[in-house]
């Protein structure tokens, strides 16, 4: 399946307006900004999850010309808090390589654990593997590692960032944390008072 960019033109939600973006095949762009500042509701417009103004772009599809089930299908977003519908984790994850588990952790026999069991890190990792193995075309990544311990983190960072550039996945990745954007990120914008800001100094942080 081809790659194919992600792109934003006037964009606008909330207190953010005329947002143009280009993010190319494989890239990674992390955001960042102040609780409250609106980067987790711009992630959910551009799952087509909240009303915005302006046009999403995937390639030369347009947003707006695009089923919402069919757009999220493709533009996948993963939530701080994940959500699950059935009892079993192997409910979720009908197809998934022993490689992927063993990269972020476990064993083939979660996928006979009860979702119940699972602590806030496992929710964590498995919504993430549970995203690409859909097989998306874009990630939306909010704060994927937020639970996470340390080892942990550079794991599911390196994880991660190997199937983005294998897969030229465009993606928008929220985190907080200067040392994992300075690790993950081919770019750095900042939401500040309604706008996005390009940040140009992130050789400072290594």
């Known amino acids: ?5 992600l792109s934003l033109e006037r964009f606008a939600v909330g207190e953010l307006s005329d947002v143009d973006l280009n993010l190319a095949p494989g890239e990674i762009l992390c955001l960042s900004g102040a609780s409250g500042s609106g980067k987790s509701r711009l992630l959910r417009a551009l799952a087509d999850l909240e009303p915005h103004a302006g046009e999403a772009w ?3 599809r347009a947003q707006s010309m695009i089923p919402a089930h069919e757009w999220r299908a493709q533009v996948m977003l993963v939530p701080a808090e994940s959500h699950w519908w059935a009892d079993h984790v192997g409910d979720h994850l009908p197809t998934v390589a022993p490689a992927d588990l063993e990269m972020l952790g476990f064993t083939p026999d979660v996928l006979d654990w009860q979702v119940a069991r699972l602590s806030s890190g496992e ?3 498995l ?3 549970r995203a690409v193995a859909r097989g ?15 080892v942990t983190i550079r794991r599911v960072e390196a994880w991660l960032v190997e199937r983005i550039r294998a897969r030229g996945w465009p993606t928008l990745w929220v985190a907080h944390d200067t040392g994992q954007i300075a690790r993950v990120a081919d770019r750095h914008w900042c ?7 390009e940040e140009e100094e992130m050789s400072a942080w290594t």
């Not at 399946?1 to 960019?5: A, F, I, L, V």
């Not at 939401?191 to 800001?197: P, T, W």
């Open 1 to 5: 399946m081809c790659p194919h960019s």
């Open 191 to 197: 939401l500040r008072d309604g706008q996005l800001v």
């Open 136 to 150: 998306p075309r874009a990630l939306l990544l909010d704060e994927p590692t937020a639970n996470l311990d340390g």
């Open 123 to 125: 929710r964590q990792r």
């Open 58 to 60: 995937l390639g030369e």
């Open 127 to 129: 919504a993430l593997l």
